[in-house]
């Protein structure tokens, strides 16, 4: 049977490994966390909205758990000043086109990897060093790299035709609200005099309800520390 080997154990490497365990490859996922640890130790990311699109391919693998109850969304309002010394204001309403929703992404990685060895795949909880990438590789048929934002990530040279940053463009703070959802219908940007910010209802891991808040700075003022 084919060995394959998947380091990282995000959102993509976990679709992955369920993919391919479904075509009956034999899967090995490496992951720095525990099921408890991603659940429990783990900050919360700002990268949880779920479009229809993405919940059709998890519920086709046998991996949605959450969209039957999800604070759902079908659509964003855009409520913006062009110009943060003028007065001119503007307001778009848009839809996505599909149902979709915000999950945590700590439950649905707790969730992916308790299951995973029920699946027939196989669990290994190590940080994996580049050094140790070779090491696996010699005993796979094929090896993935699924690293995201971490260190393993820079073994993969940033490819300027597809993206022209090589850093990140702003800093970001995130406020968690609790029983704001009921009058959110769906996710909202905004625009003010020291920044950006957008609204979103979310189930997390603490409570099924929330309304988490992004908050972007504007550049050169207060809230940027970059300044």
């Known amino acids: 049977m084919t ?19 479904r075509k009956g490859y034999e899967v090995a996922v490496y992951s720095d966390r525990t099921p408890d640890q991603w659940l429990n130790h783990s900050k919360p990311t700002g990268n949880a909205f779920l479009f229809g699109e993405t919940i059709d391919v998890e519920r086709e693998l046998g991996m949605d758990y959450w969209s039957q109850d999800m604070l759902g969304a079908s659509g964003a309002l855009v409520h913006m000043k062009p110009a943060i010394e003028g007065s001119e204001r503007m307001m778009v ?44 590789a010699t005993h796979s048929d094929l090896t993935v790299l699924a690293a995201g934002r971490s260190e393993l990530a820079d073994l993969v040279p940033r490819d300027p035709g597809r993206s022209v940053y090589d850093a990140p463009q702003r800093h970001l703070a995130m406020v968690v609200g609790i029983r704001f959802y009921q009058d959110v219908p769906g996710a909202a940007y905004g625009t003010g005099s020291r920044g950006a910010g957008r609204m979103r209802p979310q189930s997390t891991v603490r409570r099924p309800e929330v309304l988490r808040e992004f908050l972007e700075a504007a550049e050169s003022l207060p809230l940027d520390r970059r300044h």
Do not use: P, Q
Request: hydrophobic share 45%.
């Open 3 to 21: 060995k394959i080997s998947v380091i990282g154990a995000g959102t993509a490497g976990l679709i992955f490994a369920y993919a391919l365990l």
């Open 93 to 136: 309403a848009g839809s996505f086109g599909s149902y979709g929703g915000a999950i945590d992404m700590r439950m649905r990685i707790h969730r992916w990897l308790s299951d995973l060895e029920g699946r027939g795949g196989r669990l290994i909880v190590e940080s994996v060093t580049a050094e140790r990438i070779d090491e696996i």
